[in-house]
């Protein structure tokens, strides 16, 4: 068997050992599932947090384990301790959230695509996680979800946005859509820039197989809202599309 075809085989294998264990997780963590809606109940909402982004977290760190792959994060030391953030972040490949899930250990939800409610199991840890799921081409239920993360951020929970709306599955963004914005104007969160570079090496790049990586992940210094009141949706856009292309050069 020449090395190419072995190659391609253990690509396979990787990828199917991968999603496996992937559901196999999620499969054994049903009991905690039933934990995290007893505590709502009791009303022991700290507690449930703090157990609900240590699943998150070793989740993650699992699954990116599992790829193989390697993976640099500069600049955590700049994310602000006390108080909720938006994180703004480009969105290159489907490893992106347990990316950053992984790299972040502030707790932290997700503006998601509708189609990941309908995942059964994952729509779980993403509710109790305090994720917000959006219809990128309805605007009226897209400016709905919006809002619901605007309530989500005031409430004191951070949450991760890609303005993009969908990977860029490669190094060049695609536009940012101002309107996810409104989560930092419209809530007076502080925004913090990331920048996701060589994601897309793990699955994108190779038709749907995973393949380890390189990637880096740049947290860049936090914008106030006093520094950004003063700007318009499409200003601040354009900032921070200009912030995080800068890291990825």
């Known amino acids: 068997m020449d090395i190419v075809k072995w190659g391609e085989i253990m690509l396979i294998m990787r990828t199917l050992i991968w999603f496996l264990y992937f559901w196999l997780f999620l499969i054994f963590s049903i009991p905690l599932l039933f934990t995290v809606r007893l505590m709502e109940k009791r009303n022991q909402i700290y507690e449930k ?38 994180f703004v972040s480009n969105h ?24 990941l409610k309908k995942m059964p199991l994952v729509n779980r840890w993403m509710q109790a996680i305090n994720c917000v799921f959006i219809k990128r081409n309805h605007p009226k239920e897209a400016l709905k979800s919006i809002n619901e993360g605007i309530a989500v951020l005031r409430k004191g929970y951070s949450l991760v946005v890609f303005p993009e709306g969908t990977r860029s599955k490669g190094k060049n963004m695609n536009e940012f859509k101002s309107a996810s914005l409104r989560l930092a104007t419209k809530s007076g969160v502080p925004i913090v820039p990331i920048t996701i570079n060589g994601s897309y090496k793990i699955m994108e790049q190779n038709s749907g197989l995973i393949r380890p990586a390189d990637v880096e992940i740049t947290i860049s210094e936090p914008i106030n809202p006093q520094d950004f009141k003063s700007y318009d949706a499409n200003e601040l856009m354009h900032m921070l599309k200009t912030k995080i292309e800068e890291n990825l050069r």
């Open 92 to 115: 290159q490949g489907n490893f992106d959230i347990p990316l950053l899930l992984a790299a972040i250990s502030k707790p932290k939800g997700f503006v998601a695509k509708i189609e």
């Open 49 to 86: 947090d703090v157990l609900v982004n240590k699943i998150a977290t070793i989740w993650a760190k699992s699954l990116i384990n599992l790829t193989g792959s390697r993976v640099k994060v500069t600049g955590t030391e700049l994310i602000p301790t006390d108080g909720p953030v938006l």
